[in-house]
């Protein structure tokens, strides 16, 4: 029974480490956020080429960054990733930032500005090295 259980954590143990994507490797939208820990804001579009593929510091951490745009105004963007992601927003007008720890544990910056006519939002999100 017990090297069952041993067996059955080490394999849990392995299933954790090798979760999420390695430096380099292609991902969709939807699974950036994921990792991110950082919804899509509705109905948001994902320019190309603006979002970057993950990658590795010298700690080990992981780091996602995904790029939005939407027609709607900074401060409703803003007030609409607080509810969502409970960190809080501070900005004015034209330009919005929310920064914290999301449920995962990852060390998240959302960036929200006006840019000609769209909001851009700018996700970068920093998951910290798995053991």
């Not at 603006?50 to 963007?77: C, F, I």
Request: include cysteine.
């Amino acid at each position: 029974m017990l090297r069952k259980l041993a067996l059955l954590g080490i394999a849990l143990s392995l299933v954790a480490c090798n979760s999420g994507p390695k430096p380099g490797d292609d991902v969709t939208p939807d699974q950036l956020a994921e990792y991110a820990d950082v919804p899509i804001y509705p109905n948001g579009k994902i320019p190309d080429g603006l979002s970057r593929v993950p990658s590795k510091n010298e700690a080990g951490e992981m780091h996602y960054d995904l790029v939005m745009t939407t027609g709607e105004p900074p401060q409703v963007v803003a007030n609409w990733y607080e509810k969502n992601t409970g960190l809080t927003a501070e900005g004015s007008n034209t330009n919005w930032g929310l920064s914290g720890i999301t449920k995962k544990g990852n060390s998240v910056f959302i960036s929200i500005f006006r840019e000609q006519d769209y909001t851009k939002i700018v996700v970068s999100s920093i998951a910290p090295k798995r053991k």
